[in-house]
């Protein structure tokens, strides 16, 4: 299988896990190691402000960071990561390609609701892992769709419209889809 970095994994609706069920996840890393990536449709009950004001931040009472911090994924819940448009200068940052990167350093942080900060962003606790060939196995069980990552529902579609709207990519209702396996 090809990697599938800057990829949107959907969730079929038979995928019955608990933290998984529903969601939308950005793969931000597939290679022979495994695959990592970041839920970007579960929110926690943290206000990026409250996250910030944590930090003892400077920047922990803007408007514009009122938005809902992500639960990224069930692995190192206790650690942070800000998909961003993209824009260099941070510690620790990685391109991820489609105009998307991720950071995981404090310094960007400090910048979000600043003019400094990246003109588009989320931030995620925790994250998605998958061992080698893990994820692959449970695609072809019928468990994911797959489809090149959007920038637009990254960051501006609603939080509770991301599994809708990524599969209204593919052209399908997910409330028609059958959860029976087949096989050419």
């Known amino acids: 299988m090809d990697s599938l970095e800057n990829q949107f994994l959907i969730a079929m609706p038979s995928l019955n896990d608990p933290y998984f069920h529903k969601t939308v996840t950005y793969i931000c890393e597939h290679n022979d190691n495994g695959a990592m990536g970041l839920v970007i449709n579960i929110p926690v009950r943290i206000s990026l402000n409250e996250l910030l004001a944590e930090f003892k931040a400077d920047n922990n009472d803007v408007e514009a960071l009122s938005q809902r911090v992500l639960a990224g994924g069930p692995v190192a819940p206790d650690r942070g990561f800000v998909l961003h448009s993209t824009q260099a200068g941070w510690e620790s940052s990685l391109d991820l390609g489609e105009n998307i990167m991720i950071t995981t350093s404090k310094d960007i942080l400090e910048a979000l609701g ?71």
């Open 114 to 184: 600043t003019d400094d900060a990246p003109e588009k962003f989320m931030v995620a606790l925790g994250y998605a892992g998958w061992s080698p060939g893990q994820l692959e196995a449970e695609i072809q069980q019928n468990s994911w769709l797959n489809i090149p990552a959007d920038a637009e529902i990254l960051f501006d579609t609603p939080i509770e419209l991301r599994w809708q709207k990524a599969a209204e990519k593919l052209g399908i209702d997910l409330g028609h889809l059958s959860s029976e396996i087949g096989h050419a």
